[in-house]
């Protein structure tokens, strides 16, 4: 059978086999058959697998981390619009609202990014959220704190800084 080559989704040559049409009652009589398409490669085939490897071995860090890495920004995100852009410029006016809103906010983000990209249990996500939650309520920012070098250790994103120093003398890892 001739062979032919073909790219697939990801770019790379694969060969392909070619079937020859068998004869047809138009042979000879300038009918042309077209031969068959290539086969069809699913453009998420790929990524699916990728998606559910990282996920289960953790995207930044090689293994499962406590948190998932979206799970790590949504609480430094939701802790530094709430303290570091919004409470602390207006004079913590409106303290009360912020905590109750971040809580509630990170709380809502972590559980289902917990539930649904990290395959955890509800009771699980629940307390891992409760965790987070909490953590982005309190009333100043956490970003340069231990706690939020914890906080991404914890969801396998790179520490930088004076506290990604610190922790990759003592533990080996956190700075990239």
Do not use: C
């Not at 069809?40 to 930044?60: I, N, W």
């Not at 207006?90 to 809103?101: H, K, P, R, W």
């Amino acid at each position: 059978m001739p062979k032919t080559y073909a790219t697939s989704p990801s770019g790379e040559p694969i060969e392909v086999e070619v079937h020859q049409p068998a004869a047809s009652p138009n042979a000879g009589r300038g009918a042309v058959i077209p031969p068959p398409p290539p086969p069809y490669f699913s453009p998420h085939a790929a990524t699916d697998s990728a998606e559910l490897h990282a996920a289960k071995e953790g995207a930044f860090t090689g293994s499962k981390s406590f948190y998932h890495p979206y799970s790590g920004g949504a609480i430094m995100g939701v802790d530094l619009a709430a303290w570091g852009t919004v409470e602390l410029p207006s004079g913590m006016m409106l303290a009360i609202v912020a905590i109750v809103g971040s809580f509630l906010l990170t709380f809502a983000l972590v559980f289902n990014i917990q539930r649904n990209l990290n395959h955890d249990s509800v009771a699980a996500a629940a307390i891992k959220a409760l965790i987070g939650a909490a953590l982005a309520a309190v009333p100043f920012p956490i970003a340069g704190t231990a706690i939020g070098a914890m906080i991404l250790l914890a969801s396998g994103l790179p520490v930088s800084g004076a506290a990604g120093t610190v922790i990759s003398l003592l533990t080996g890892k956190g700075r990239k």
